[in-house]
């Protein structure tokens, strides 16, 4: 083997940022490389992202992990999208689900164009009437996609929500088969090369020096190596993103399993219901400044659908990313590299991107700093577009019945969100730019679930003729709901495939 390949890898905290990376790097890398991972059972993890975008299909994919029995083993049920409750109004709810809006595009023009001529004059329903997943999960119907030529059930777009504790240790089973080393222990240094300041070795409670040539720190918001012995620094974001502080708590599942994700706004935040087989996971995001914790926590436990199954806990966050997300030879992922709440799912998606992006920028001994500095470009990028998707959130509102929202609905935007709000708000246009995470389907119905209407459309959906663009958006709309109709009860599907405990 070449000297200048890297073979040792230390990882720095378990949870899921952890277990993902380790997995991911022993399935890819095969035995070439020594992997130890670090973590203490005392600390614990955070283990708020148990819902996900279809992205995360992928990583389970290249892990090779058999979806029913990945879904048994984390008491996972299926996503087709996030309902939105309470954002724009009190009693108004609109639904961000994945997958295609509409039918196939006629030539360059997107079908949702078609669909907004005909809405400005009145003349359409809501967008979700005619998007394939939405129907789909107000019905409370799923199923996987099916070999149906032309039809909408041959691509059904899902994600999971699952126990990212269970997900965490079925990983970490996984990653144990392919050779990764597990080590109980808390790390109380970590010693930095004298000529160069590259991390040479943490060392444990215990007094044992574990070396390595590259580190990964999941360590969580402590950020034990990119923050505390690298001091790297961190971008602050609470003026677009004001909250602070969470409290989350399980209660009993329901036996109606939502195939979405709902978040309804509250006076000074939002609550988060992630439905799974075993339990309903819940929370209330909030910014301090505007409620306090006892009622933030009252306000939660008077919301749950069922008895709580332990006492709430309180986390506490700053909005907002590293300098750099790998510095020296150290990288961070998951909560170590930065924390955007989870809004729309992305907690967990943010850790699968930075391990792909790791994968796709390998270094060898030597660190080259191109590559480097290309890693933190693509991420920077990736966290600030997707922020702006959250700032949206809030901007976009109409509700002015606590300090919290008219204080997010006067902020300032960051310049790239102004300038795509306003491109939308003329006719309706939107482009995706570069590899940011969400596509223009997710920026339509966002816009559009916040109340943000184009005040025209694109002049080329004229050269239609008016009953031609009725016969193809009202048809469209036809065959989603029929297609819809044929699908099992979430439940029932889930029963039938992939219920834990049975095999």
């Known amino acids: 083997m070449d000297n200048n390949q890297i073979q040792d890898i230390v990882i720095v905290g378990g949870g899921t940022a952890g277990w993902m990376a380790a997995a991911a790097l022993s399935k890819i890398q095969g035995r070439r490389l020594n992997i130890r991972l670090i973590e203490s059972e005392e600390i614990g993890t955070v283990g708020v992202g148990e819902a996900?975008?279809?992205?995360?299909?992928?990583?389970?994919?290249?892990?090779?992990?058999?979806?029913?029995?990945?879904?048994?083993?984390?008491?996972?049920?299926?996503?087709?999208?996030?309902?939105?409750?309470?954002?724009?109004?009190?009693?108004?709810?609109?639904?961000?689900?994945?997958?295609?809006?509409?039918?196939?595009?006629?030539?360059?023009?997107?079908?949702?164009?078609?669909?907004?001529?005909?809405?400005?004059?009145?003349?359409?329903?809501?967008?979700?009437?005619?998007?394939?997943?939405?129907?789909?999960?107000?019905?409370?119907?799923?199923?996987?996609?099916?070999?149906?030529?032309?039809?909408?059930?041959?691509?059904?777009?899902?994600?999971?929500?699952?126990?990212?504790?269970?997900?965490?240790?079925?990983?970490?089973?996984?990653?144990?088969?392919?050779?990764?080393?597990?080590?109980?222990?808390?790390?109380?240094?970590?010693?930095?090369?004298?000529?160069?300041?590259?991390?040479?070795?943490?060392?444990?409670?215990?007094?044992?020096?574990?070396?390595?040539?590259?580190?990964?720190?999941?360590?969580?918001?402590?950020?034990?190596?990119?923050?505390?012995?690298?001091?790297t620094g961190y971008v602050d974001w609470s003026h677009y993103l004001p909250c602070n502080r969470a409290w989350a708590v399980p209660c009993e599942s329901v036996p109606e399993l939502t195939p979405y994700t709902r978040s309804t706004a509250r006076s000074a935040g939002w609550q988060w219901r992630i439905p799974l087989q075993h339990r309903t996971g819940n929370g209330y995001v909030y910014a301090s400044e505007h409620i306090s914790d006892d009622e933030a926590a009252a306000s939660l436990l008077a919301a749950l659908d069922g008895k709580p199954l332990a006492e709430p806990r309180l986390l506490r966050f700053v909005t907002g990313m590293r300098k750099k997300f790998w510095n020296k030879n150290c990288v961070a992922i998951g909560l170590a590299s930065g924390f955007m709440e989870p809004l729309e799912s992305t907690s967990i998606h943010f850790i699968q991107s930075s391990v792909a992006k790791l994968v796709s920028l390998f270094p060898d001994k030597g660190f080259a700093q191109v590559d480097i500095d290309e890693y933190n470009r693509q991420t920077q990028f990736e966290f600030e577009r997707s922020r702006d998707f959250l700032v949206l959130h809030y901007k976009a509102t109409m509700r002015d019945?606590?300090?919290?929202?008219?204080?997010?609905?006067?902020?300032?935007?960051?310049?790239?969100?102004?300038?795509?709000?306003?491109?939308?708000?003329?006719?309706?246009?939107?482009?995706?730019?570069?590899?940011?995470?969400?596509?223009?389907?997710?920026?339509?119905?966002?816009?559009?679930?916040?109340?943000?209407?184009?005040?025209?459309?694109?002049?080329?959906?004229?050269?239609?003729?008016?009953?031609?663009?009725?016969?193809?958006?009202?048809?469209?709309?036809?065959?989603?709901?029929?297609?819809?109709?044929?699908?099992?009860?979430?439940?029932e599907f889930i029963a039938t495939h992939c219920a834990a405990g049975v095999t």
């Open 52 to 231: 996900t975008i279809p992205q995360i299909r992928l990583f389970n994919g290249t892990l090779g992990l058999d979806e029913d029995d990945f879904m048994r083993k984390t008491q996972a049920t299926f996503k087709l999208g996030i309902e939105f409750v309470d954002w724009t109004r009190c009693g108004h709810s609109y639904m961000h689900a994945f997958g295609p809006v509409g039918g196939r595009d006629l030539g360059l023009i997107p079908f949702y164009q078609y669909w907004l001529k005909l809405h400005l004059a009145g003349l359409a329903a809501d967008i979700g009437e005619y998007t394939f997943n939405t129907i789909a999960a107000r019905s409370g119907k799923f199923m996987r996609g099916a070999n149906v030529q032309n039809s909408p059930l041959s691509n059904i777009y899902h994600a999971f929500h699952f126990d990212a504790g269970l997900y965490a240790r079925y990983l970490r089973d996984y990653s144990g088969t392919r050779g990764v080393r597990r080590t109980e222990g808390k790390v109380v240094d970590t010693v930095l090369r004298g000529h160069d300041g590259f991390i040479e070795a943490v060392v444990l409670e215990s007094g044992e020096r574990v070396e390595g040539e590259l580190f990964i720190d999941c360590s969580g918001f402590r950020g034990l190596l990119i923050e505390q012995a690298l001091k």
């Open 401 to 491: 019945d606590s300090a919290f929202w008219r204080r997010c609905r006067d902020m300032e935007l960051p310049e790239t969100l102004a300038r795509k709000i306003e491109l939308f708000r003329s006719n309706g246009r939107l482009f995706r730019e570069g590899e940011e995470l969400f596509t223009e389907v997710s920026w339509l119905q966002v816009m559009l679930g916040q109340g943000i209407l184009p005040h025209g459309y694109h002049p080329m959906v004229d050269v239609q003729s008016h009953d031609e663009i009725v016969r193809m958006v009202e048809g469209t709309r036809k065959v989603l709901r029929d297609s819809a109709s044929v699908l099992p009860a979430h439940s």
